[in-house]
């Protein structure tokens, strides 16, 4: 069974301050991860994908990602977050568990930027 | 552009009635989800569906059905709804060939059981 842990519930961060958003995974199997963000009173967008290659993955706004199989995270940073950043990330894993894909989320991360 | 859509946007309703809640994706995706959503909980997976009239569970299917008649519609249905089902529920789809995994989310119905 695959799992996805964000330890962080909220991050607060001032604004054009450096953030990272952690995330770590858990599964037998080769995998995708996503990053996912939720502006206030919408549904998700993606933010970023890695499903194979090189292990930084750039994605929109600025923000990317860096996969790291030995200690199977794949954290989310920012160099320098804007108020508009202000969201909830969502960090996702998918694999082949019984003949489809199936995508299991974490519990979400809050980042609030501060002006 | 992906278009998922909803129903609606908020929804009330009593405990024992029966709530349809509608979604419906533009872009000939084959897979599609509905999830609830909880503080602190994240997405949870409630049933999905890879083709027309499939239907499978996901991680809490108790006291939720589902309905695909047409591709582009997928229906999340409470039979009897009761307060513990206060919640965000999203819709999303999928294709299995575009973009491998890659869900594109509706903006959500926040349903209120009194």
């Known amino acids: 069974a695959q799992s996805v842990t964000q330890l962080d519930s909220q991050v607060p961060v001032f604004e054009e301050a450096p953030v990272e958003l952690r995330c770590n995974y858990s599964s037998s199997v080769s995998v995708y991860l996503f990053w996912y963000v939720q502006y206030p009173n919408q549904g998700l967008q993606l933010l970023l994908k890695y499903l194979s290659g090189s292990t930084l993955v750039k994605g929109i706004n600025g923000f990317e990602a860096e996969f790291n199989k030995s200690q199977t995270s794949f954290h989310l940073r920012k160099p320098s977050v804007h108020i508009s950043d202000t969201a909830e990330y969502f960090c996702a894993v998918s694999d082949l568990t019984g003949g489809y894909q199936k995508v299991t989320f974490g519990t979400g991360t809050k980042l609030q930027v501060i002006p | 552009d992906v278009k998922v859509t909803q129903s609606s946007r908020y929804l009330v309703k009593r405990t024992g009635e029966k709530v349809f809640l509608e979604c419906v994706q533009d872009?000939?995706?084959?897979?599609m989800f509905w999830y609830r959503q909880d503080p602190g909980l994240g997405l949870r997976l409630i049933y999905f569906s890879y083709d027309v009239k499939m239907k499978e569970k996901g991680d809490i299917p108790e006291g939720y059905s589902v309905s695909r008649e047409k591709k582009e519609r997928f229906s999340l249905i409470l039979e009897s709804a009761s307060t513990n089902q206060t919640s965000m529920y999203l819709c999303?789809?999928?294709?299995?060939?575009?973009?491998?995994?890659?869900?594109?989310f509706g903006p959500g119905t926040r349903l209120t059981v009194l």
């Open positions: 872009m000939d995706h084959e897979n």
């Open positions: 999303a789809s999928s294709s299995f060939t575009r973009e491998p995994d890659t869900q594109y």
